[in-house]
C-alpha cells in the first residue's frame, strides 16, 4: 500500500488549495482514507476523513465549512479542497489510511504519505 499526498503550496489568506492523496493497492471499500496536518509546535490533527463503504465524511472543527473531501475512485485519488485559508492552516498535510472506518485518532491509521506543507500567508 502506498499513499502519495501532492498539491501543497504557498497561498495568501483568504486563496483555496487542492490537495490529492494517491492511492495504490487498496480498496476504497475497505479503508478510509483521511488528511491530517502537523503544525509547527503543534500535535498532529485530524482534518478530513472518508470511507468509500458507506460513503461517511468526517471534518475537524476547525476546517467545517471550508474544506471538502472527496474521492475519485477511477483515479484512486482522495482529493482536499481548501477554501477561505486562514495563516493557521499552515502545517505539513499526510494523507492516511485505516483498514475500517474514519476514526480521529492517528494511531489508528496503518499508512502514511509522505507529506506535503501547505503555507498561507498572512
Known amino acids: 500500500v502506498q499513499l502519495q499526498a501532492s498539491g501543497g503550496g504557498l497561498v495568501p489568506a483568504g486563496g483555496f488549495l487542492r490537495l490529492s492523496c494517491k492511492v495504490t493497492?487498496?480498496?476504497?471499500?475497505?479503508?478510509?482514507i483521511a488528511w491530517f496536518r502537523r503544525a509547527p509546535g503543534k500535535e498532529r490533527e485530524l482534518v478530513s476523513c472518508?470511507?468509500?463503504?458507506?460513503?461517511?465524511?468526517l471534518y475537524g472543527d476547525p476546517v467545517k465549512g471550508r474544506f471538502a473531501i472527496s474521492s475519485d475512485i477511477a483515479e484512486n485519488m482522495v482529493n482536499l479542497q481548501m477554501d477561505s485559508l486562514k495563516p493557521d492552516d499552515t502545517a505539513v498535510y499526510y494523507c492516511?489510511?485505516?483498514?475500517?472506518?474514519?476514526?480521529?485518532?492517528?494511531?489508528?491509521?496503518?499508512?502514511w504519505g509522505q507529506g506535503t506543507l501547505v503555507t498561507v500567508s498572512s
Open positions: 472518508i470511507y468509500g463503504r458507506d460513503g461517511s465524511i
Open positions: 493497492e487498496l480498496s476504497f471499500d475497505d479503508y478510509a
Open positions: 492516511a489510511a485505516d483498514p475500517g472506518w474514519c476514526v480521529i485518532a492517528a494511531v489508528m491509521y496503518d499508512y
